[in-house]
């Protein structure tokens, strides 16, 4: 049976979730903000935050798949199995 290493999980579910993170805030910055739907200048001052927080849910759900490589990866670095 395969030993786990926490350590490397966490850091590798945390890399995925700033990862996500990253991804949404592009994916905000190319929408259109225009209408009666926006929030002002308060939207775009929070903006940032919320889409690390976004990417923080993605990652402690199902997640994009990144982990598990991620981690494989630093477990390997370390010298593991």
Same mark, same amino acid.
């Given at each position: 049976m395969?030993?786990t290493n926490s &350590?490397?999980? +966490?850091?590798?579910? #945390?890399?995925?979730g700033?990862?996500a993170?990253q991804?949404a +805030?592009?994916m905000m910055e190319?929408?259109? *903000?225009d $209408?009666d739907f926006t929030g002002?200048s308060? #939207?775009s *001052?929070f903006?940032? %935050?919320? /889409? #690390?927080? %976004?990417?923080?849910?993605?990652a402690? $759900?199902?997640?994009? &798949?990144?982990? /598990?490589a991620?981690? /494989?990866?630093i %477990?390997? *670095?370390q $010298? $593991?199995?």
């Amino acid at each position: 049976m395969p030993r786990t290493n926490s &350590g490397a999980a +966490k850091v590798a579910r #945390e890399f995925e979730g700033v990862f996500a993170g990253q991804i949404a +805030k592009i994916m905000m910055e190319s929408a259109e *903000m225009d $209408g009666d739907f926006t929030g002002g200048s308060g #939207e775009s *001052m929070f903006r940032g %935050i919320l /889409a #690390e927080q %976004i990417g923080n849910q993605i990652a402690q $759900g199902r997640g994009l &798949g990144l982990a /598990a490589a991620v981690e /494989a990866q630093i %477990i390997r *670095m370390q $010298g $593991g199995q």
